[in-house]
Nanobody, 124 residues
Framework: QVQLVESGGGSVQAGGSLTLNCTAS????????MAWFRQPPGNKREFVAA????????AYADSMKDRFTISRLNAKNTLYLRISALKPADTAVYSCAASGTHWAGTRSNDYVYWGQGTQVTVSS
């Protein structure tokens, strides 16, 4: 089992920045590919970014390549998502997910463990 806990969300003004954290416990964090997904109000969950077990390989949703940065620090069992130039459209619950393999990609079905999510609200 892997337990994931997100933090770092909150209410921010448009144009600001946030760094979301996802802290893992349980099985060895460094073995797993990780990802961030988000669910805007009234919409389906969508892929944001993924990172492989070592942190070398990353992937982003096309619309998020410019302002989102995924990273990880295996020594601290922590996954990060930096969001810059926030927009009201970024308002969503952001969740981290862990796969059972070194790399899982963009599909939510390929992730086994999920956190509860952290709310990000961007006001104009």
């Amino acid at each position: 089992q892997v337990q994931l806990v997100e933090s770092g969300g909150g209410s921010v003004q448009a144009g600001g920045s946030l760094t979301l954290n996802c802290t893992a416990s349980g099985r060895t964090f460094s073995n797993f590919g990780m990802a961030w997904f988000r669910q805007p109000p009234g919409n389906k969950r969508e892929f944001v970014a993924a990172i492989n077990w070592s942190g070398i390989n990353t992937a982003y949703a096309d619309s998020m390549k410019d302002r989102f940065t995924i990273s990880r620090l295996n020594a601290k069992n922590t996954l990060y998502l930096r969001i810059s130039a926030l927009k009201p459209a970024d308002t969503a619950v952001y969740s981290c997910a862990a796969s059972g393999t070194h790399w899982a990609g963009t599909r939510s079905n390929d992730y086994v463990y999920w956190g509860q999510g952290t709310q990000v609200t961007v006001s104009s």
